[in-house]
Structure formats: structure tokens, C-alpha cells
């Protein structure tokens, strides 16, 4: 794909789902949920989460964000619907990898589908926790942390997501 197609594939999907953001609220009889701050940009999200039979019966976000923050949130949600647990954590650490340049999603194997849109993030080094946070986010409701925050993310290149 040539670059002005994926930049341009880029912005229509920012665009999109900062228009109408998927399973945007607070999702009634969640069993799961944090909550994720990136001070860096302002952006705050709640997600909810339902699992069933370890897999992700339902997941709602809502928050203030930017519209990339947003934008991957919303697509996200729909992406991450019917995974299972296992799943989605591989997506997490899928993105992180491709969002932080550690993933050549061109040539090494992965599952990220249409979320390879936002490879370009890692050319845009303020932008790459904003892309990050609503994965951040889920691996925390993943694994009962109330909260999460990029905060302590000196070097995103180098954070660790921690013991899943
Ligand atoms: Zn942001």
C-alpha cells in the first residue's frame, strides 16, 4: 500500500469513528472496568467489560480523548466483541508492538486485521499513547486494576505491560 493511501485509509477511520464511536457508554452488568489518563494529552476513558465463559460478552468505553485516543477505542470495542480472554490480551500486546515500531506488521505475523491502520502512530511519538491508552485500559479491566495511567510510561518504547 503507498503511503498517501494509508495515510488517507488513516483519517477517513479517525474520522469515522470519532463521528459515530462504537459501544460508546458505560455497558449495564459489566463484570469488568478501568479506568485510563494519558496526562500527556488529556485523555480519560472508562471501559466496561462483560465476560462470559472467558469470553468478551460485551465492551463499552466512554470518556474525553482526542480523536486518535477515540478512534482506537471505538475500533477497539468492536474488534475486541466475542474474543476471548487470551485473545484480546494478544491484541493488547499486538498493538503496543505495532504502535511503538517493535512490530513490523508488514512482514512478521500478527492478528491485528484493520487495526494495522494505525501503524503510523509510531511515526508520531506524542501520539503513540493516545493510540495506546484503550489498550492500556483493557488489559487493566482484564486483570482487575482499577485504574491505569501512561503516566509512568517514561519511554513508551520501553513500559512494560506487566504480569497478565
Ligand atoms: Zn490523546
Redesign the pocket.
Known sequence: MQMTDSKQLYQEVILDHNRKPRNWGVLEGATHKAEGH?P????HLKLTLRLDKNSVDAINVEGE?????KASASMMTTVVKGKTRGDAEQLVQEFRDMATGKLDHEHQPHHLGRLTVFAGVRDLPT?V???I?PWHTLHAALNAQESTTTEADADPMHTPLGNA
Open positions: 494519558n500527556l494529552c488529556g485523555d480523548s482526542c480523536a486518535i485516543c501520539r499513547k493516545c493510540a491508552l
